[in-house]
């Protein structure tokens, strides 16, 4: 690629273009404190073999999840993934374009995505589900702004369950939007009052399901507050594999399901790419952002699938768009749909128990420990101890002896004291006696 540089002429011209006098105008949005105003300093350059040399020396410090006790969840799970999801997803039938923007000459992918829509729809027990969305935490962020649309009104109640960075995400685009949003304390256990939030202001309220802190909810009474104050339930998850096991949200009265699907098909590949599952209403079909494809038949009389909504400011007019989300995680949709396909609904109801009973067997040795309280009483595969101590600083030391203990509660809710001893540890179904009986055994050492 040729680089083209611009002249004094060039920059003045394009600055009076946009309606600006200076460059450090078009960042007057980012306050001065988180601005960089020196040169970053690092290396201004170096040889092929020193860069390859210096990168593989950092490589080298990382620790692959597979070779050692791993209890880490909090929105990203490790999950056996089998060979043959990488070998399908490589076959020519789906190697098409990315994104379809002729989408009826890429019949492979909208075949899968068709496919994936249906498994997202029967997981969550809704009417119908997108072709993805590019995480849960944007899926979360743009289910509030539907709700928007279709209640008439602005403001989102969050439950202190619900994941930080969704949370996150959610506050970021309502400030944009000058939309209402309140966030409740942290929840560890469950216990808040979120029905007393609920008013006749309310657009929607937003629970998650198993809890950041790995508590289950039941959706069943708020869904009804929400109703009845013309609000919608949206539904949060971050581990897919407990729609294995637990009642899905749909039938505890959600309006709208969203959440990741990383644990299926996907493994943790240093936090992404991801998938965000979205699936809502029939009623509200032409408020759910994204692209949806559905089943045809052409000239011919031949099965065939299109694109039957794709309501973006990509297809239509901006101000006419559900949604400013260019593309669907396509190949992580379809790594998630072989995945699904080879478990079978039986497949997944083994693998969510087995997720639960190590779960159940983790926290029974953990509550065991001098020290560590178990907060939760309901839970899938994903619970959250309090310690003696600030988790951070066991979480280091655990990690120096090999073991990687899970997620201190203060890494994603920074400041707060009443957090710092809180640790979130999961446990999966690649989780062995051994690996569990070597976090206890250095837990242990560590508080002693």
Same mark, same amino acid.
């Given at each position: ?9 060039? =920059? ?9 006098? /200076? ?16 040169v ?6 170096? &040889? ?29 799970y ?35 995505l068709?496919?994936?829509? !249906?498994?997202?729809? =029967? ?7 997108? #072709? ?18 279709v ?17 996150a ?7 944009? +939007? ?10 560890? !256990? &469950?216990?808040?009052?979120?029905? /007393? ?5 309310? /657009?929607? %309220? ?9 508590? *289950? ?5 708020? #869904?009804?507050? +929400? ?9 949060v ?16 009265g ?9 644990? $299926? ?6 936090g ?15 408020q759910?952002?994204? =692209? ?21 400011e ?10 400013? $989300? ?11 749909? $072989? ?10 109801g ?6 639960? #009973?190590?779960a ?5 040795? *953990? #509550? ?26 066991? %979480? ?30 999961? /446990? ?11 976090? +206890? ?8």
């Amino acid at each position: 690629m040729r680089y083209l540089p611009l002249s004094d002429t060039d =920059r003045a011209d394009m600055l009076a273009r946009v309606g600006v006098d /200076s460059i450090d105008e078009l960042f007057s949005d980012i306050p001065e404190k988180a601005r960089l105003n020196e040169v970053l300093d690092l290396p201004r350059r170096a &040889g092929e073999l020193q860069v390859e040399r210096h990168l593989s020396n950092l490589a080298a410090k990382n620790v692959p999840a597979s070779t050692v006790p791993f209890f880490v969840g909090a929105g990203a799970y490790k999950h056996h993934v089998p060979a043959t999801v990488d070998h399908l997803i490589q076959r020519s039938e789906f190697l098409t374009s990315y994104t379809p923007y002729q989408p009826e000459i890429t019949q492979g992918t909208l075949q899968y995505l068709f496919e994936f829509q !249906t498994q997202v729809a =029967r997981l969550t027990a809704m009417d119908v589900a997108n #072709a993805s969305m590019y995480d849960g935490s944007t899926g979360t962020g743009e289910a509030v702004l539907m709700a928007h649309r279709v209640t008439k009104k602005k403001k989102a109640v969050l439950s202190g369950g619900l994941h930080p960075q969704y949370r996150a995400v959610v506050e970021g685009l309502s400030e944009m +939007a000058n939309d209402d949003v309140v966030s409740l304390p942290a929840d560890p !256990t &469950g216990t808040e009052d979120i029905l /007393s939030q609920i008013d006749d202001e309310t /657009s929607c %309220v937003v629970v998650q399901s198993p809890s950041f802190y790995g508590q *289950l909810i039941d959706l069943k009474p708020i #869904a009804e507050k +929400a109703h009845q104050h013309k609000a919608l339930l949206i539904a949060v998850f971050t581990e897919v594999v407990s729609l294995g096991l637990i009642e899905p949200p749909g039938a505890q009265g959600a309006d709208i399901v969203v959440g990741e699907g990383q644990s $299926i098909g996907n493994g943790l590949n240093f936090g992404g790419p991801y998938v965000g599952l979205f699936a809502t209403k029939q009623k509200y079909v032409r408020q759910m952002p994204g =692209r949806l494809c559905g089943e045809t038949v052409d000239a011919d009389g031949k099965r065939g699938f299109v694109l039957t909504l794709s309501t973006r400011e990509q297809h239509i007019r901006r101000d006419k768009a559900t949604s400013n $989300i260019c593309t669907n995680s396509g190949l992580c949709c379809l790594a998630f749909t $072989i995945h699904l396909s080879l478990l079978g609904s039986k497949g997944l109801g083994q693998m969510a128990r087995i997720n639960h #009973a190590n779960a159940v067997k983790l926290k029974q040795e *953990l #509550a065991a420990i001098s020290g560590v309280d178990v907060l939760n009483s309901a839970y899938f595969n994903e619970f959250t101890v309090k310690l003696p101590k600030a988790a951070a600083g066991v %979480v280091e030391a655990l990690a120096e002896k090999g073991i990687l203990a899970g997620v201190p509660v203060s890494r994603l809710e920074p400041g707060k004291a009443e957090l710092e001893d809180l640790l979130v540890v999961a /446990s999966t179904e690649v989780n062995t006696d051994e690996d569990r009986a070597a976090l +206890a055994g250095a837990l242990k050492e560590v508080l002693a």
